[in-house]
């Protein structure tokens, strides 16, 4: 092993990037990669866990970096088993760093891997690699960068007509993309289905068979067949999906050609129905097309085994209760969103400002008692008919209601936020029932749907382990797992949305967080839609800010992180962040117990979110002003710790010079240190805090706000 690998091995977690880089050349030009296997293989080995390192790091331009290098490095030795294995595993670790990459970033990776498939046309673990991350890269993209995937597949596939892997990946691009283009009409979605039902025709290779020739349908280990049907009914999909948006005659001719062009690969020697077609009877029933149709003989043997099925019918009578009851629990649970806390002062106040102050100085440093800056907000429901109108307005009040009274008269009067407005014994039976329905093999994916989506609405209601329900995570997550498998997730991400607002509400950490990472698992992509329509994000927040004054830390960041996520992926909503940290620094206001070091803890959850958002003043604010409530909290309790926190807020502050937003809240965080100062008798620091007073305060000489402070400056060291 040459000296420099073993080193690199050992302190690359010590070592700059650049570093990293430079020691990688060295090492290539010292290894022959064709001859030397035991070298060759370790040094892929240590190309796989740089590219690890990287991940931790949130480096995705470096593991790409790596990547290439490990692609070099596995093609010149293409028989060994162990440096495939590496690449391969190297391919799916940047497939999962990549949900954060947008436009050509993402384009590019999808290059990348097309070029290492025309490098390794025979390898069936490299094609299933880069067939999986293809899918992937569609699935969470967006439709301008799904284009571009289409239009670069193109390219390829012309390139390279005599590889195989290529023009399977090929069709299989087709066949992913007629499902996750989102903001297409039917007329986009028809040409590419046209495009992609030629390669039924032009890209199968004739085998022979003694005098017979016949169509191969089995390349690389796919079933052109199964991708062929697939395709077929992601168009039809779409393009039902696109029709509900605003009914469109295009959209009902070109379904009805998809479905008339593609019988005969949707019934097995012309009779059995193939397992991807009950997808297609799902869609029919979700968005009423039957009609449509039912002149078509496929769609009328669809249509007659549905109707067979009376429990489905049943079914669904009992997932409308389980609906109508969601939404009352729903209504009940804006009672969360008028009540909270808020701050008993305005600290941006220069007359709360001074208030405070003498609230303090008045005291006796032997009695010490600490000022209560937030209060409670309760939620009162009035029956007023201007009130009624405008909650119906804004959507508190389901259009479908009558009236508040209405709605009250179903739900408990509790003031208890985290109570349940009705009873599980309310869908003990429909859910029983549903439990009941036959839910193996593909014929009963519409029982399946039923199943799944009561569940997810009953543990929104309830939450998990309810003892009347008993509804576990496992049996949630593998209805999901199972659907999701058909394409089937779209119709659940909805509910889940529904299910986490409302467990977040409830403030349910447990069940918000399960649901929320089933959530983040698949539906990325089809959450934007959805969350605006619930308060999604808001019930989050204040789930954030309960978990960290109770003091739940741990469940506070999974919680926080899965939020970021979120909106690093899909929502894309600039004032999540801001949010987050406004929540924790209400907690750290709030937090019940004098636990200062937890209070401190949660301030560096605020730290992180405004360092890795050092472009948003907004955020930066945000971290001064918990700064200054931690101060004005220790300081009843410990001085120290006060002129600690004091010492960063200065430094933090000088980092900021000549934005005034920043140092004006910086000096208010350091009057009130002073305060505490001069109380508990730490003198010999009275001085440092004037002086870095009167500095910013001279670097804004028109600012009121800082004359205040300095007012006030005065008066503490005179009294």
């Not at 009540?339 to 100085?361: C, N, P, T, W």
């Not at 709030?590 to 890795?612: P, T």
Request: with cysteine; hydrophobic share 40%.
């Amino acid at each position: 092993m040459p000296r420099e690998l073993k080193q690199l091995r050992k302190n690359y977690v010590q070592l700059q990037k650049n570093e990293i880089f430079q020691v990688i050349r060295s090492i290539r030009n010292q290894i022959d990669l064709k001859s030397d296997e035991r070298e060759t293989t370790e040094f892929a080995e240590l190309l796989f866990l740089l590219i690890k390192h990287f991940s931790k790091t949130s480096d995705y331009n470096s593991e790409r970096i790596i990547l290439n290098q490990l692609v070099e490095v596995a093609w010149w030795a293409q028989e060994e088993l162990a440096i495939i294995d590496f690449l391969s595993q190297g391919i799916y670790k940047i497939l999962m760093d990549s949900n954060t990459a947008r436009g050509e970033d993402r384009t590019n990776l999808f290059s990348d891997f097309i070029d290492i498939i025309s490098r390794f046309p025979e390898n069936r673990k490299i094609y299933s690699a880069i067939s999986r991350a293809t899918i992937e890269l569609i699935k969470w993209g967006t439709d301008k960068e799904i284009l571009k995937i289409l239009e670069i597949m193109k390219q390829k596939s012309v390139l390279f007509p005599l590889v195989e892997s290529l023009q399977i990946l090929d069709a299989k691009v087709f066949m992913s993309i007629l499902f996750y283009l989102e903001e297409q009409d039917c007329k986009t979605v028809k040409q590419i289905y046209n495009q992609f039902s030629s390669f039924a025709i032009s890209n199968f290779e004739e085998e022979q068979n003694g005098d017979t020739a016949r169509i191969s349908t089995v390349l690389l280990g796919e079933d052109v067949n199964e991708i062929l049907q697939e395709g077929a009914i992601n168009a039809v999909i779409n393009m039902a999906r696109i029709n509900s948006k605003e009914e469109c005659e295009e959209c009902i001719l070109a379904i009805r050609r998809v479905i008339q062009d593609s019988e005969y690969l949707l019934r097995k020697d012309g009779k059995e129905f193939f397992r991807d077609i009950y997808r297609l009877s799902y869609t029919l029933d979700q968005f009423k097309l039957w009609d449509h149709f039912l002149d078509l003989q496929l769609i009328q043997d669809l249509k007659l085994e549905r109707d067979k099925d009376e429990k489905y019918q049943m079914g669904e009578k009992k997932l409308f209760t389980i609906q109508k009851i969601m939404r009352i629990e729903e209504y009940d649970s804006l009672k969360g969103g008028r009540r909270g806390l808020k701050l008993a002062y305005d600290l941006d106040d220069l007359s709360d400002i001074e208030f405070v102050i003498h609230e303090i100085v008045k005291q006796k440093a032997s009695e010490f008692k600490p000022v209560d800056l937030v209060e409670e907000v309760d939620a009162v429901i009035d029956t007023d008919e201007e009130l009624k109108e405008h909650l119906r307005e804004i959507g508190e009040i389901p259009q479908d209601r009558q009236s508040v009274d209405e709605i009250q008269d179903q739900i408990t009067k509790s003031d208890d936020v985290t109570v349940p407005a009705t009873k599980e014994s309310k869908i003990e039976e429909q859910i029983k029932f549903l439990r009941q329905l036959e839910l193996e093999d593909e014929r009963n994916l519409m029982n399946q749907m039923l199943h799944a989506e009561a569940l997810i609405l009953a543990v929104g209601m309830f939450g998990f382990y309810s003892p009347t329900l008993n509804i576990t995570p496992e049996e949630v997550l593998s209805h999901f797992e199972n659907l999701s498998e058909h394409k089937m997730f779209i119709e659940l991400v909805e509910p889940l949305v529904r299910a986490v607002t409302l467990r977040a509400a409830r403030l349910d950490h447990h069940a918000a967080n399960i649901l929320l990472e089933i959530l983040n698992t698949k539906g990325h992509k089809f959450l934007t839609k959805h969350y605006r329509l619930y308060n999604f994000v808001d019930n989050l927040v204040r789930l954030i800010s309960y978990l960290g004054r109770t003091g739940k830390k741990e469940i506070l960041i999974k919680i926080k992180n899965e939020l970021e996520i979120a909106n690093r992926i899909s929502l894309d909503d600039e004032t999540i962040p801001y949010k987050i940290a406004k929540a924790i620094n209400e907690s750290i206001l709030s937090y019940s117990a004098e636990d200062n070091l937890m209070k401190i803890q949660l301030l560096e959850l605020v730290k992180d979110i405004a360092r890795m958002h050092s472009y948003n003043i907004d955020l930066q604010v945000k971290f001064v002003e918990g700064l200054n409530f931690l101060i004005l909290d220790t300081g009843f309790s410990d001085i120290d710790q006060t002129e600690q926190l004091a010492d960063e807020l200065i430094e933090f502050a000088r980092s900021y010079r000549n934005n005034q937003q920043i140092e004006e809240k910086a000096a208010l965080g350091i009057l009130w240190t002073l305060v505490f100062s001069k109380l508990k008798d730490q003198t010999t620091k009275l001085a440092k805090y004037k002086k870095e007073i009167d500095f910013i305060a001279t670097s804004y000489p028109e600012s009121a706000y800082l004359k205040k402070i300095k007012d006030l400056t005065e008066f503490i060291l005179t009294n």
